[in-house]
């Protein structure tokens, strides 16, 4: 690496190792002092016009890198991405063989970054790329513009397969002197759904609830999922205005629970794709990309959740109806 | 700013011409450009074309051929979308700048000419308003004794796509637009790329075959940028001998095997299985719209898909684009798309014949 680091940009699912590979780079570059991070609240006055805005930010941050997650600021976060580079830019690092050095800024979840803020990085990361790098790391590169991406090195991390994950597994198991039962471990893989970092949860979880492990132990899923199966078996026991407002009541558990919308609908979705025919299976994955996508541009969430149970339920019963009469 | 360590530079800059004349494959505005640095009358002027196509780098170039080292930075103020750009700059900064008088004394073998030259670089990110406050730099100024011709702009737009009549009536507004000479820069064609590539690999003492020269071509679409980019990036990852496999695997394009095997889980007519391909592509982490892009071409070469087909499917892909524009969930999407693609493929109803 020594001294020709490119811009990155790391993208892929979550519990895939973007993180892990990003502390994992920056510690082998810069030895071992890039592990004493400290956490600050950076707090900017960005002089805009007529007024000054105050932007409180967490930061993470070491002698030689910078890691913050702009999506915090909001509709600001463009000034927040101008400040710190230049700020980074004006008080370069001089590393022990007297050359000038570049400091690191990472930044996370750039795909949440508004439209500004990314146009604003494309010239200020290729004029200040003397002193400082980034490493972008996001879930999609598709929402990160084209100008930003062909800037950086990208780097895909796709997601461990179940192998993998039961590799990691065992080694973990033999690292806690743990006996692990045939096939338990890859039943945890298989309900993991690649995510590496669930996958660990889930058999810490195991651990806890029952040692010694037995072969069929049950891998209990996560609680929200298993409220979600049952709003699905509920939804298909009966179609009825009644029985979507008490739906509707489940659904606002789950929202308060702070269970992000878009992975509700998901769900739900999934287990409603379980026990459907395969034509009405086309239809309601269409419903469900046509809602999940008016509930990005919309507010509140709970209306489109609903409308999803209520067109599904009317597709339902009429399908019923057509087949059994 | 500090002299910079040859070496950490990244060859985008390190490559960057230095003169207008060395500006690749812009023969019309290069003659133009020469013919103005001749007589050192300048217009305003609008460059507009897509991405790593050397609007910038003609920009600074021709500010630099003015005006020279010494002047240059009394007489050229630079601003980008990462400078704050809204109305109160253009009223402040700008017309600050722009309405102190110069002489024009010639210095170290530079024409200098009697005006500055401000280079707004991505202009079509600057606030509607803010242009419109630009207008009066432009001709009004012109004529007022005090501050007769003080400045000229360049405006370099990057990012639209698009030919000159939805540029002029998109991002930059009709008005400032239309008080600009106007400047079309092309994509560059897979000669001239290459042989800036194979110049680039010649002077960084890389072995690159030809195979891998068109696959570079093709995958970076005319972008130069780009290209030096990823030839950078497989460089440093692959050493100096480089081959078409390590260009895709730097580049981001998804392999073909992956894009072929989601369409023939969708030829095949069996949801679930279109479904678990679905979710290999997310888990693998191919970015969705790529996904789209190279499915789209795999859908048009087909041959035994009949046009109405392929016209329903298209419509699909359409959508899914907006969507995933706005922020939509990558897995829903696709999912749709291979759905839509299967009822097309197997000539389903579209619409569903229950419910309302």
Redesign the interface.
Known sequence: MEQDCPHLLFYGPSGSGKKTLIMALLRQMFGASADKVKVENKNWKVDAGTRTIDIELTTLSSTHHVELNPSDAGFQDRYVVQEIIKEMAKNRPIDTKGKKGFKVLVLNEVDKLSREAQHSLRRTMEKYSASCRLILCCNSSSKVTEAVRSRCLNMRINAPTEGEIVNVLEFIGKKEGLQLPSGFSGRIAQQSNRSLRRAILSFETCRVQQYPFTSNQAISPMDWEEYVSEIASSIFKEQSPKRLFEVRGKLYELLINCIPPEIILKRLLYELLKKLDSELKHEISHWAAYYEHRLRLGQKAIFHLEAFVAKFMSIYKGFLIETFG | ??P??Q????W??KYRPRQVKDVAHQDEVVRVLTNTLETTNCPHMLFYGP??TGK?TTALAIAHQLFGPELYKSRVLEL?????R????VRTKIKNFAAVAVGSARHGGYPCPPYKIIIL??AD?MTEDAQACLMPCGAPWRHTQKLQDSSSFVITS??IIGMGMSLITGPIIEPLASRCAKFRFKPLTEEIMSSRILYISKEEGLNLDSEALSTLSAISQG?L??AI?YL??AA?LFGSSISSKDLIS???VIPGDVVQALFSACRNG???MA?KEVKNV?????????MLSQLYDVIVESDDISDEQKARICKKFAE?DK??V????????L??VA??I??AISN?PQE?????
């Open positions: 700013m500090a910079v360590l070496s950490s530079q990244p985008v800059e991405p790593g910038t980008n979308a990462s400078d704050d809204g109305i109160n700059v670089d991505e990110s990057a990012g972008d940028r780009r980019t950078q990036s440093r730097v580049s981001g069996n949801f679930d479904d997310i888990a693998e982490g191919y970015p969705v719209s790529q899914a969507c995933l706005d922020g939509a969930d990558e897995y829903l999407q999912l749709d759905s839509n299967m009822r389903m569903c014949s229950f419910g309302s």
